[in-house]
């Protein structure tokens, strides 16, 4: 199924600048409650180690986010942020035809500390484990992002 790179307005430092970014819709849910699923958007990130997603989505979802030990994620430039392991189900779906569904449970990282100011409206990033994990990428710069099982 293809999706289509996202323009981004970069409000932090550049008003006028448009980036174009591997942005997509999936669905999140906790394994324990399938039936409530919440639809954020998320960076496409093969640079990442794991997927993580900001712990409001996580706690609209019943997890206890602090409950389990703690990780760190260290980005370039040597920055980084803390997150805790849960388990959580990924449905990445064709929401044109309704016919392509990618449904899947792994572990990601939800994070209490805020994404930069340089990713404007970031809630998650899909990185190796927890997304590329389960699906074959091919990333078509400006086009579109395919993704296949």
């Known amino acids: 199924m293809n999706f289509p790179y996202a323009k ?9 600048y448009k980036r ?5 819709r999936f669905g999140i849910f906790n394994p324990l409650s399938p039936k409530k699923i919440i ?3 998320g960076l496409v990130d093969s ?6 997603v900001t712990h409001e989505i996580g706690e609209q979802l019943g997890y206890d986010i602090a409950s389990v030990e703690k990780g760190e994620v260290i980005g ?3 920055g980084n942020i803390d997150v805790y392991f849960h388990k959580v189900g990924i449905i990445v779906e064709n929401i044109k035809n309704n016919k ?12 209490y500390k805020d994404f930069p100011l340089s990713m404007p409206q970031q ?8 997304f590329f994990n389960h699906l074959n990428v091919c990333f078509k ?3 579109q992002i395919t993704i296949a099982q």
């Open 8 to 16: 981004v307005t970069d409000i932090s430092r550049f008003p006028n």
């Open 20 to 24: 174009t970014l591997p942005w997509i």
């Open 39 to 41: 639809y954020p958007l």
């Open 47 to 52: 640079g990442s180690d794991i997927t993580f």
């Open 76 to 78: 370039v430039g040597g």
């Open 100 to 111: 392509d569904l990618y449904k899947f449970v792994d572990l990601i990282g939800f994070t």
């Open 123 to 130: 809630t998650a990033i899909l990185g190796t484990m927890g």
């Open 141 to 143: 710069f400006p086009a």
